[in-house]
């Protein structure tokens, strides 16, 4: 049979042609097109839906995002810091070691181009993302220091809470701690205010309170919690901070000058502690309109902070998830977990 004696394609037969992101595009001879999904639509650049990053040899405490969120940071039992890429295949492209104990918390610089690590060997450490080496070591408290964070503007300040029941705060550019407050109590979690001027804290007295660098004491303190807060987080705007504790639950507080006396505003419930104590953090969306906490019955939750529902309660860890962090600009989160892996997923924008 010639090629012109074939029979030709009826009226709007449809041709199937593979497109990116998994759509069928039908075409059909009146050149009109329709789109057939065969999964639900994409909404990040990640290459899939949820990507798993596997290759620490111990429980995960602490991950974050590089404030560009091209690149992330993990740190936890295994004394190293992991540095992967975000998209393509995730490669792990850099390992730093130096800690002789395990490191509990990690936050990046603001520019992206340092990474501060607080560890069980009493000490507070600053690293080179770029070259992958130790460029700062902080020594000062004389047990495990279990918190740390750095100034968002202004000074090149870092803050520091340890077991030793003192308040550290660091000028990286000087030897030495420049303010310590003591405390009566271990602290657990620790962030700077929006302008660096105070320090939020919370440890085992369960309270949470604001210090100030200028006055050299506490300002003034937010009860509500009635166990261990492990986590605390400043709000993208700087007006609030949230707070996770072993009371399984999750507190907004107001921290603006001349805010009404009680000021905590919202509870989230949900999420689990358990018998492992572990310091589960807490983190904000960027825009600020979801919240999320690490849980101990390995689910990863995300919370509307409108109308306080759960929006996400994601399965996949065999851990507990000890922190969730927030991509800063698409809608990707970052999970971490004792199970040793690190789970990116894509949620609704």
Not at 27 to 40: A, E, H
Not at 41 to 48: E, G, N, V
Not at 109 to 116: A, P
Not at 312 to 334: A, Q, T
């Amino acid at each position: 049979m010639s090629f012109t004696e074939k029979r030709k394609a009826e009226e709007g037969a449809l041709v199937p042609v593979k497109r990116m992101r998994n759509d069928v595009v039908a075409i059909s001879d009146t050149s009109r097109k329709s789109v057939v999904q065969s999964g639900p639509p994409r909404t990040s650049s990640l290459d899939a839906p949820i990507m798993l990053l596997a290759g620490h040899q111990g429980e995960i405490f602490s991950c974050k995002f590089s404030p560009d969120g091209t690149f992330l940071a993990s740190a936890g039992f295994d004394r190293q810091i992991f540095l992967w890429n975000t998209y393509g295949d995730c490669e792990n492209f850099a390992v730093m070691s130096g800690h002789t104990g395990a490191l509990l918390d990690l936050h990046f610089s603001t520019d992206g181009m340092n990474i501060f690590t607080a560890s069980t060997d009493k000490t507070v450490s600053m690293w080179d993302c770029e070259v992958g080496i130790r460029m700062k070591k902080f020594r000062g408290h004389t047990s495990y220091v279990n918190c740390c964070h750095v100034a968002r503007r202004g000074p090149q300040l870092v803050c520091s809470g340890s077991d030793d029941c003192t308040i550290k705060v660091w000028d990286y550019r000087k030897r030495g701690a420049v303010h310590t407050f003591q405390e009566t109590y271990q602290v657990t979690a620790i962030t700077f205010n929006d302008t660096a001027e105070q320090i939020i804290t919370s440890g085992i007295d369960n309270l949470v309170k604001v210090w100030d660098l200028r006055k050299n004491g506490v300002l003034y303190k937010m009860p509500g919690h009635t166990d261990t807060v492990t986590g605390l987080s400043l709000s993208p705007d700087g007006s609030y901070v949230l707070s996770n504790a072993m009371d399984n639950s999750l507190r907004i507080w107001d921290i603006r000058p001349f805010a009404p006396q009680e000021r905590c505003l919202k509870i989230f419930q949900g999420h689990q502690h358990n018998f492992e104590k572990n310091l589960l953090r807490c983190s904000w969306a960027p825009d600020g309109s979801k919240v999320s906490s690490g849980s101990s019955d390995r689910f990863v939750y995300i919370w509307d902070t409108t109308s306080r529902r759960i929006l996400y309660k994601l399965p996949g860890h065999n851990g507990s998830v000890n922190e969730v962090v927030f991509h800063p600009e698409e809608p990707i989160v970052l999970s971490c977990s004792s199970d040793k892996q690190i789970f990116l997923g894509e949620i609704e924008p």
